[in-house]
């Protein structure tokens, strides 16, 4: 696998990447990422979108001579768009929409090679998550595990005992999707003659 730079913060991609055995550095994107406004596109070319955002951000500013890896991961029940919560009652409000539901979880993934050329793709996953009282929305909240995950959960916590059901890739709804990436970096090879 080719060596690439991870343009983003995420604890997870990172262990995704390391789990995986792909040699990457992290470099942040320069710029803060959109609002979600999901009015004039699909979920997935939302998650699209903002994943070649961040990678475009990296790769404008730095230059660098090595291939630039953008995601973006979103939830939607179909009729809203998730990001990450920014404050614990946004938090409360979007789990309260996705518990009892079978929603998607959408990570957009971007590649762009060092000399520009980008590959652009996105990944679904369906999960269905189990009602939820009122008290285990709140000591979820306390546990602070909900910051900095789409959807306001994490499927990889130890503690999140409240998805039921997972269809399709598990480390898309870490916020990688492995499978997808794999094929991608291997198109980036191939583009080399390696």
């Known amino acids: 696998m ?33 609002a979600l ?3 004039h596109l699909e979920p997935g070319q939302h998650a699209e979108a903002l994943a070649y955002f961040k990678a475009r951000g990296v790769w404008e500013r730095y230059k660098p001579n090595l291939p630039v890896l953008g995601a973006d991961t979103i ?3 179909g009729r809203r768009l998730f990001g990450k919560p920014r404050h614990r009652e946004e938090a409360r409000e979007i789990l309260w929409a996705l518990a009892g539901t079978r929603h998607q979880v959408i990570t957009g993934v971007a590649l762009i ?7 652009i793709a996105s990944d679904t996953t369906f999960v269905r998550m189990r009602a939820m009282s009122f008290r285990e929305i709140e000591s979820y909240l306390d546990s602070n595990q909900w910051q900095g995950k789409a959807g306001a959960y994490g499927i990889q916590d130890r503690d999140d005992a409240f998805v039921q059901c997972v269809q399709g890739s598990f480390s898309n709804v870490v916020g990688l999707p492995m499978e997808l990436l794999k094929g991608l970096l291997a198109q980036l090879v191939m583009r080399h003659g390696q």
């Open 2 to 34: 080719p060596c690439l730079i991870l343009a983003s913060n995420s604890p997870r991609r990172r262990e995704l990447l390391a789990e995986a055995g792909i040699d990457f550095r992290v470099v942040a994107p320069p710029m803060e990422e959109p």
């Open 37 to 39: 406004s999901g009015e």
């Open 75 to 77: 939830v939607t029940d």
């Open 113 to 119: 090679d060092v000399d520009g050329v980008r590959l």
